[in-house]
């Protein structure tokens, strides 16, 4: 029973030891922040914010302020403002307990598009009630459309 300790702490020793620094993920550019606004009377607030990697990618961070935690709301980038409505450009992966995390590379058509490209788009995120309540409860205009 004694050789118990030593076996862990030589598996932890091997574990710690063979990490390389090649491991280490992509480095964080630069990084941009939208205001979600409410829509509606049962809107919700929050925010979008726009991570460049040094792999190309952008991460799209959501995170709302109010509402139900155990709530799922679907969240999209469309075109054109809020207040105009638009085509979806790129369907982002559902808020779960008021997140949602989605890395991009491509909208949905499978057209490239970096960090860069979105800040130039023509377009706004907007989140939706429930999958099968599409009501706009929350929308930021985005790209050339931000204030």
């Known amino acids: 029973m004694k050789k118990a300790p030593f076996l862990v702490i030589a598996v932890v020793f ?3 030891t063979s990490c390389k620094k090649d491991d280490v993920s992509s480095v964080i550019l630069q990084s941009t922040e939208y205001r979600l606004q409410a829509v509606g009377p049962n809107g919700i ?3 979008v914010t726009f991570t460049e990697d040094s792999d190309g990618k952008t991460e799209v961070l959501v995170e709302l302020e109010d509402g139900s935690s155990v709530a799922v709301h679907p969240a ?3 075109f054109n403002t809020a207040e105009e409505g638009g085509a979806i450009a790129l369907t982002l992966n ?3 307990c008021k997140v949602s995390t989605t890395t ?3 909208l ?3 057209t490239s598009i970096s960090y860069e490209g979105l ?3 023509d377009g706004h995120v907007s989140i939706h009630n429930t999958p099968e309540d599409y009501t706009v409860i929350s929308a930021a205009n985005i790209g050339v459309n931000a204030n």
């Open 14 to 16: 091997a574990l710690i």
């Open 45 to 47: 607030t929050g925010t």
């Open 76 to 78: 999209y980038i469309r």
């Open 94 to 96: 559902p808020c779960e």
């Open 104 to 106: 991009v590379s491509k």
């Open 108 to 110: 949905d058509v499978g």
């Open 119 to 121: 800040l130039q788009l």
